[in-house]
């Protein structure tokens, strides 16, 4: 509902306003979504026909949720983008410690307020973002946080422990009617996870032995590393129990959604006077180098290889090829295959090796890479069409490439191999570059032609 001109508990009864809870009207309007055929969780790639189905699912069915995921698999954007099911403006009790229903206020203060002042009772309006908070679970966290602690100024001014003004109310309080999420769920200590079975079983909270009954109503969201949550034990079997739904989110299963994921998260400064064109097959090479690092023995699998390493690898591609254009004073950029070892600093920060010894990072590095190459050349290129141009090293050509050369450079490349102009048809000077290098290091993974590289230049012979 859009916000209303309602400053009045008597003015919201008149309206007509009915409130619901808060995974009914997730499920409310989650179903209106769905019947207008409105994209659910925009930002999201890659789940369309794995993950959205089964979260659609458990929001139907109105339970609790737990995502287990490796890092980078966007578990908490989902959790954030659900705050989209919320309505626009939901109003509560103005001038209450915890958001309120006006029609059922939980609180002795909201109760007092209603009491005092009737059909008067001032209205607040939430906006749906006002109502998601979440809390990344560290050992050191408590109840107090979580739920809620006796406030010892509140004593120091008068009133006595036995009265429920005394309290202060945690995170979990504070966000009645709305979400809750607790990330990296199996860091909480198991005493702390005892605390929130009656949260997630009967809505309700006790703090200090104090006789006060809070039916809390929020809709309890957590994530966790699947390693933690089902190899280490650190998972209470009783709150285990109690989450309705477990949901297994995974890595871009195709090359296309890594691509879309990189391309809409990639930070790239925009020069203006100096265009940006990365051809498709360099943006494939980066993605393929994170979904290779996913099945490497050479990396640790259960730390995962982030969707960040493709991001930042796509950056530091990038921003190596714009470097190339200031210091040459070139007004195109276009990433080449000779950028590649300027991203292996980015890569080997986003993933954890298995292998330990000095020098070992670098040939992995250097492996994956090499043979993300040459997978992406082999989608675009049939290595039998082109023998003209491996035949035309036969006889004691040698091309010189380099990531600090001028893309003019490569014309004379293309001018002594004229088997290269049915491969770079119409393109621009940059372009073209890329695409020589890139055919040049095909040839060469295929053992067509030798590379010798001194001083970050490459030389290619028969």
């Known amino acids: 509902m859009t916000h209303p001109r309602i400053s009045t508990l008597g003015e919201l009864k008149a309206s007509g306003y009915q409130p619901t809870p808060v995974k009914v009207e997730m499920r409310n309007n989650l179903i209106r979504k769905l019947k207008a055929g409105e994209r659910l969780f925009p930002g999201i790639r890659g789940y369309d026909d794995t993950v959205l189905p089964q979260l659609v ?46 029609y059922r206020p939980i609180t002795l203060q909201a109760r007092n307020l209603v009491k005092q002042h009737g059909d008067a009772t001032p209205i607040a309006w939430l906006h749906r973002d006002e109502r998601y908070g979440e809390k990344l679970a560290t050992p050191d ?126 930070e790239v400064l925009d020069l203006g006077d100096y265009p940006i064109t990365v051809p498709v097959f360099m943006k494939e090479i980066i993605a393929e180098i994170s979904q290779l690092a996913r099945k490497s023995p050479d990396i640790n699998q259960r730390s995962g290889v982030s969707v960040r390493a493709s991001i930042s690898n796509y950056e530091a591609l990038v921003a190596n090829s714009m470097r190339r254009a ?59 069409d082109l023998g003209s141009i491996a035949n035309a090293f036969a006889e004691g050509l040698a091309v010189e490439t380099g990531e600090n050369m001028t893309a003019q450079s490569y014309a004379d490349i293309v001018n002594r191999i004229p088997s290269f102009g049915a491969v770079l048809q119409s393109e621009t000077t940059g372009v073209k570059a890329c695409i020589v290098e890139f055919v040049l290091e095909g040839l060469h993974l295929h053992k067509l032609l030798n590379k010798y590289t001194v001083s970050g230049k490459s030389t290619y012979t028969a």
Do not use: C
């Open 57 to 102: 699912n458990a929001l139907l069915g109105k339970q609790d949720i737990i995502f287990l995921g490796e890092r980078g698999q966007a578990k908490s954007r989902i959790v954030r983008s659900m705050t989209s099911l919320l309505d626009e403006w939901t109003p509560t009790i103005a001038d209450t410690e915890i958001p309120e229903d006006p």
């Open 326 to 384: 200031l210091s040459l004073k070139e007004t195109e950029v276009v990433p080449r295959v000779s950028d590649l070892p300027f991203v292996a600093p980015s890569f080997q920060g986003k993933v954890e090796f298995e292998a330990m010894e000095d020098g070992q990072e670098d040939k992995i590095t250097d492996r994956i890479f090499r043979s993300a190459v040459k997978a992406v050349f082999d989608r675009y290129y049939d290595i039998n």
């Open 141 to 266: 966290i408590t109840i107090a946080d979580l739920i809620g602690e006796v406030d010892p100024i509140k004593v120091a001014e008068g009133r006595y422990l036995a009265d429920e003004l005394t309290l202060h109310f945690g995170l979990v309080p504070r966000l009645n009617r709305g979400i809750f999420a607790i990330n990296e769920l199996p860091d909480l200590s198991e005493r702390i996870q005892v605390g929130l079975l009656n949260l997630l079983e009967e809505r309700d909270i006790q703090i200090r032995g104090h006789k006060i009954r809070l039916p809390l109503d929020v809709f309890i969201v957590a994530t966790a590393n699947p390693e933690d949550y089902t190899n280490r034990g650190r998972i209470i079997t009783p709150l285990k129990d109690r989450y309705g739904a477990q949901i297994r989110t995974h890595y871009p299963e195709q090359v296309d959604e890594e691509i879309e994921i990189m391309m809409q998260e990639a």
